[in-house]
């Protein structure tokens, strides 16, 4: 009875409506990581890779939130309970590296060991040396640990991620990684867009860090006026997202309440900012940043049309009619 109650009642509810986990994930996924469109294949390649436990590359500049985006897919579906070990493999020696990595006999364990059954993620795979990376490849190959000072092999079934600054490819080619841990690595590739090309996530990213520091220092929360979030969007952001969040929460130790454009200016490097003054509007007429807009989406594309609209989030038949509208020379200036 039960049971044929509960079909009845799935009976009449429409397909749309049967959210999926997987749905839920992508959901979950989009508030975290932005919903513009150079994201949605980030948050595509997240969530499958959520889904299954192959090894996985995360690529991008730096700050742009390559560890972040790892302890998000780790974390999907109850593997967040498994271990998550993190290892910094720039600016330590062979030994110390070893050591972090496959422990010593009668001494503090490895991080591989630690990460049993869950996940371990090696930070700027790229400068680690490169017999440590063929060491590193042999053992998640054959899913045996051996550290130093002990003859028998432990058991070892752990997930691999690394994050590689600019390229894997390009950083393969260069030498800088070997070719049995690249092509181990790349079994999913996730390439994470620089800030300055998500131009409409930053009014919300930087909310969100003014929020997250006035949490912190428990006091009131501040926000950018108007032409502070010009100044922001218009900004090339070098540093990515580490830079954003930093300037926001020196934003909000300096000053509680409206942060305006004269205080945001005097947290950012000054030639920048001097360059940034040049390419906006000289007014926030909406026509005006519109045109604005328009002209910095075809700079940053090498005239790409197409590219262009997809940057702005706008369909392409009506990107060509604000470009007719405004004229091509308008833009360009």
């Avoid at 985006?69 to 070990?85: D, E, T, V």
């Avoid at 909000?252 to 001097?274: F, K, M, T, W």
Wanted: aromatic letters at 4%; one cysteine or more.
């Amino acid at each position: 009875m039960f049971a044929g109650q509960m079909l009845g009642t799935l009976s009449v509810i429409p397909l749309s409506r049967m959210e999926s986990p997987l749905d839920r994930h992508r959901d979950d996924l989009r508030q975290k990581l932005g919903r513009s469109s150079p994201l949605r294949t980030v948050v595509d390649q997240a969530v499958l890779a959520a889904e299954n436990s192959c090894n996985l590359v995360i690529q991008g500049e730096a700050g742009t939130g390559k560890t972040y985006l790892a302890g998000l897919i780790h974390g999907n579906r109850g593997r967040g309970r498994s271990p998550f070990s993190i290892v910094n493999c720039a600016g330590h020696s062979v030994q110390q590296l070893e050591a972090e990595l496959f422990g010593r006999r009668g001494k503090e364990p490895g991080k591989l060991s630690v990460a049993a059954g869950g996940t371990i993620l090696l930070r700027q795979v790229e400068d680690a040396p490169l017999g440590l990376q063929d060491k590193v490849a042999g053992m998640i190959h054959e899913r045996r640990l051996f550290r130093k000072g002990e003859s028998a092999a432990q058991p070892l079934e752990v997930r691999l991620m690394a994050t590689v600054r600019g390229d894997a490819a390009t950083a393969h080619r260069e030498g800088r990684l070997s070719e049995a841990l690249y092509y181990q690595l790349t079994e999913q590739v996730i390439a994470l867009p620089s800030l300055h090309d998500l131009p409409k996530e930053i009014p919300r990213l930087a909310a969100h860090f003014l929020h997250e520091a006035a949490d912190d220092l428990q006091r009131a929360e501040s926000r950018l006026t108007d032409d502070a979030v010009a100044v922001a969007v218009g900004y090339s952001w070098p540093g990515n997202i580490r830079q954003l969040k930093n300037v926001m929460r020196r934003a909000a130790i300096y000053h509680v309440g409206q942060i305006g454009r004269d205080l945001l200016e005097s947290l950012l490097p000054a030639p920048v900012v001097a360059e940034a003054k040049r390419s906006l509007p000289p007014s926030l007429r909406l026509e005006e940043v519109e045109q604005w807009a328009i002209g910095e989406a075809l700079l940053r594309t090498g005239g790409r049309k197409m590219q262009a609209a997809e940057l702005l989030g706008m369909e392409y038949q009506r990107f060509r009619r604000k470009l007719s509208k405004y004229g091509k020379h308008e833009v360009a200036s």
